[in-house]
C-alpha cells in the first residue's frame, strides 16, 4: 500500500519522537503550581506523571490496574501507511512498557487538508488500525483537526495485573540492564531524510519501529524484572537516566555491548545526527560522563518506537535472556545498577 511521489516528512519540521519537548523543559511544564490541583488528592491512582513513567495507571479492583496513554508525532518515514503503523507501535509500547495488555485505542490526527488529501490521511490511519487489530484489539474511534503539518498517534487504555505493574523508578542496585532494540533509529532515519542511507540498510530501521514491545507483557510475569520503560525520544541516556534516578542509582555501562544499527559510524561522520540529540545532551550534561563524539551521537539519539530498557536481578538473568532469545531480540548485558553513593544521578562508561 503505497502513495508514489509523497514523501510526508517534507510536511513537518521534525520527525516522529524527535518532536519531544526535550526533559528539562518538559519538567517546567508539568510542575505543580501552588495552589492548583495535585494527584496527591486521588488515592486511586497509582501512577502519575511525577515518575515520568511510561503510562499512567488507576487502581480498577484489588487485583488489576488500568493504563492509560497518548502519543503522536510528525512523520519520521514518506510512506503513509508505514507512518501510521510506526505511530501506532510506538504508542501502544507504553502499556507493555508497563507490563500491561492493551485493551483499546483511539486516535489522534492533525491532517493539513489543503495541502495533503485526505486519501493519504486515510493510509495513515489504516497502518494504525492494522496494528491493533494484529495485536487484537480495536482501533475504535478518535479526533482528528486541520493542521498546519501532518500529525498522527494514538491514546490507548490498557489492564494490568497489580502484581505485574513495572515501573521504570523500581530499579534495585547490582540489577542488570538490557536494551530490545538497537540504537540508531534517529541517525538512520535522519541519512535517509538527507538521501545519504546506503542501499544496504534502506527499511531497516523502518522495520525496527514496527516491531511490537509485547513481551513487556510476558517480561513483567517474570520475578527479578524490577523495571522496564521504553526508550523513545530522550534516547538511551535519557530514559536511563530517568530510571537511576527514580531509584536512587547510578548506572555502568559497557559501551561495546549496546546493540547498534550498522554504519553508524558512516552517518555521524556525514552529519546524520537529529536535533533532537543536542537537545538531549544539553538536558542531561550533569547526569552524563564526557563523551566522544560519537558516544552523544549514539546515547542521546532520539529514538522513535525503540526497545525496552530492563532492570533484572543476575538470578533472573537467565530466565529474562531465554524468554528475549526466544523472541529474537537482543539480549546482551549492556551495563549494571550500583548505589549512588555521590547522591547525584549520573551514567558512568565502563572503563577499557
Known amino acids: ?84 503503523r510506526i505511530a501506532a507501535t510506538n504508542a501502544i509500547s507504553d502499556i507493555y512498557a508497563m507490563g500491561g495488555t492493551p485493551q483499546l485505542a483511539v486516535a489522534i490526527l492533525g491532517w493539513p487538508i489543503d495541502t495533503l488529501a485526505p486519501e493519504i490521511a486515510n493510509q495513515v490511519v489504516q497502518g494504525g488500525r492494522d496494528v491493533c487489530a494484529q495485536l487484537g484489539f480495536p482501533l475504535a474511534g478518535g479526533h482528528s ?27 534495585c542496585a547490582e540489577d542488570l540492564l538490557i536494551l530490545t532494540k538497537p540504537l540508531g533509529i534517529g541517525i538512520h532515519t535522519t541519512a535517509e531524510k538527507q538521501g545519504k542511507l546506503q542501499a544496504a540498510h534502506r527499511g531497516l530501521a523502518t522495520e525496527l519501529m514496527c516491531q511490537s514491545n509485547q513481551v513487556g507483557a510476558l517480561l513483567a510475569k517474570l520475578d527479578g524484572v524490577h523495571a522496564l520503560t ?15 534516578r527514580g531509584s536512587n542509582l547510578c548506572a555502568i555501562l559497557d559501551p561495546e555491548a549496546i546493540p547498534e544499527l550498522p554504519g553508524l559510524d558512516d552517518y555521524i561522520a556525514l552529519g546524520c545526527v537529529p536535533g ?3 537537545r538531549n545532551f544539553d538536558a542531561l550534561e550533569n547526569a552524563l560522563p564526557t563523551l566522544t563524539r560519537r558516544g552523544l551521537a549514539v546515547l542521546c539519539d532520539p529514538q522513535t518506537s525503540g526497545g525496552l ?42 572503563a577499557g
Request: proline share 5%; charged share 20%.
Open 145 to 171: 483537526i486541520d493542521a498546519p503539518e501532518p500529525i498522527f498517534g494514538l491514546a490507548v487504555t490498557g489492564t494490568v495485573a497489580r502484581a505485574h505493574l513495572k515501573q521504570n523508578d523500581a530499579a
Open 1 to 84: 500500500m503505497k502513495s508514489e511521489g509523497i514523501r510526508l516528512t517534507q510536511y513537518s519540521h521534525g520527525a516522529g519522537c524527535g518532536c519531544k519537548i526535550a526533559p528539562d523543559v518538559l519538567s517546567r511544564i508539568l510542575a505543580e503550581t501552588d495552589g492548583g490541583a495535585s494527584n496527591a488528592t486521588f488515592p486511586s491512582l497509582l501512577v502519575g506523571h511525577q515518575s515520568r513513567d511510561d503510562a499512567a495507571a488507576v487502581i480498577l479492583d484489588e487485583d488489576r490496574a488500568v493504563l492509560s496513554t497518548a502519543d503522536f508525532f510528525m512523520p519520521i518515514v514518506d510512506d503513509p501507511y508505514d507512518f501510521g
Open 276 to 278: 533532537g540529540t543536542q
Open 309 to 350: 530498557l530492563i532492570a533484572v536481578s543476575p538470578d533472573a538473568l537467565g530466565d529474562v535472556q531465554k524468554l528475549l532469545i526466544k523472541e529474537a531480540l537482543p539480549s546482551a548485558v549492556l551495563g549494571l545498577l550500583a548505589p549512588n553513593e555521590s547522591g547525584k544521578s549520573a551514567i558512568h562508561l565502563q
Open 230 to 244: 521504553d526508550v523513545t525520544g530522550f534516547g538511551l541516556a535519557g530514559h536511563l537516566v530517568e530510571m537511576c
